[in-house]
Each structure stands twice: as C-alpha cells, then as structure tokens.
C-alpha cells in the first residue's frame, strides 16, 4: 500500500483511501490492486504482461497508452547507478508516468505545481500516475529492487526534461522505514 509523507505536517498518510485522495488532489492517480493476479513475481516479463492484460487494455484505453513493459531493477543490475541518474534527479515528462508495481518498492517524489515535495513510497500491488508535465524525481529503497509495469503514450518511451532546480539533493533515497529522516528545507 502506497504511503505518502506530508513533510510541513510531519505525518505520514498510510490509508489507501486518504492517499488516494491526498495524492488526486495534487492531480497524481493512486491505485491498490488486489488480489494480486496468480503470477510469481519473478515470471518471465511476457506472463506478467499476460496476467495483468485486462488491467493493461483498460488503462490504454483511459489514457492513450500505446505500449507496455516490464521494467526490472535490482542491485546486481549492471549500470544500475547510470540508471538511477536518469530517473533520481528533479524531471518532467511530455507524457504521463505510469508504475504497477509487482515486486520491491520504491519511493517517488512529487513536486506539484506552487506546492512542496511530497514523498511517496510504493509497493507491490500500487499502481501509480504522474500527469504529463509533473515535476517528480524516482529512488530505489534500501534493498534496491523493484520491479514494475509501465505505460507510454509514445512507443518509444519517455524523455526526460530535467528541471536542475537542485531540490532533489535536499532529500536522501530512504523509504519511510524507522530510519527516514524529513529534510529540512
């Protein structure tokens, strides 16, 4: 279940319904799929696409989405640090940003328009939708693993535009774990 830290309270919102409905607010969709589909989480990426299909077409449908894949990290990854640079730094995207997370967590960062960051980590079962334009940045938690579902409006994938705002360096990579520590900014 998805979990948002809402740092200028100091409180973190851990029910699905108030996280969906906090995140929605800051126009970023949240959702919980259960019961998980009958798939390992370590299937081959085509039974994952396979088992999730109905969910996947229905998504396609609601936004345009013209591919899907299954992307694969964790700390035996080679480049996996090149990797992460891509996506742990402030960006935006000209199309939608959508996970179905299947295995692992990870912790996105969100910075809607006039407003402050807002953590979010997500887990196996959250399907979450950064809008086209969102300035968001993405990190692995402590055990550097997840594996996810995305969607592209564009067969090629997404391009990042990155916002150099240097925001992203206020924040350490950690989920919200006993050992989270809110920057202070």
Known sequence: MAIVK?????????????VA????ARGVRCEHWTPAHPVEADSPAEEILK?????IERLKALGGYVTADVIDVNAQTPGLDSMLAKFNREHWHEEDEVRFIIHGHGLFHIRPEESRVVPIEVEAGDLILLPKGMWHWFDL?????????????NSSGWTPYYTESGVDRNFQPMCFGPSYIAPQV
């Open 141 to 153: 938690c402590a055990d550097r693993q997840i594996r996810a579902i995305r969607l592209f409006q």
């Open 21 to 24: 409905e906090y995140l929605m």
């Open 6 to 18: 809402i740092i200028d309270e100091n409180r973190t919102v851990t029910d699905r319904q108030s």
């Open 51 to 55: 088992a999730y299909a109905r969910e």
